[in-house]
């Protein structure tokens, strides 16, 4: 027997935008009481993480994101920000195998297939290497 579910859909309120959530419950209370309603609902709405973030979306006109963190000592143990590991595509840091105050920075990068030419002639102008 399948349990009922209580849905709560949102779309996002750019203008234009077709991005959609859609948050399921097990009861009506969850619902009623969860903070995406709390958040979202009664008009409030809902943005997407392309509308909510966009310095986080890499694009033709955002290329490059970064990101730093330093680590701090606490009580209990060793953390960037509230995680003790930090780990992405190609990397894992563990706070506790390096020294309080070690600052990791993250940089994500893209290249347009069409813009290595002019990226190529760019570097050239000015000399300086990637
Ligand atoms: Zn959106």
């Known amino acids: 027997m399948s349990r009922r579910e209580y849905p709560l859909r949102f779309q996002c309120k750019h203008p234009g935008c077709a991005e959609s959530a859609t948050y399921r419950y097990s009861t009506r209370r969850d619902l009623s009481e969860s903070f995406e309603l709390r958040h979202y609902g009664s008009g409030k709405g809902w943005l997407c993480l392309r509308h909510s973030e966009p310095d986080r979306v890499l694009s033709a006109d955002n290329p490059t994101t970064h990101f730093e963190v330093v680590s ?22 563990y706070a506790s195998d390096l020294p309080a105050g ?4 993250i940089t994500a990068r893209i290249e347009l297939p069409y813009s290595k030419v002019e990226e190529s002639n760019s570097r050239n102008d000015n000399g300086s290497q990637p």
């Open 72 to 93: 701090d000592e606490r009580p209990h143990g060793r953390y960037f920000g509230h995680n003790g590991l930090v780990t992405g595509p190609g990397f894992l840091a």
């Open 102 to 105: 070690t600052k990791l920075i």
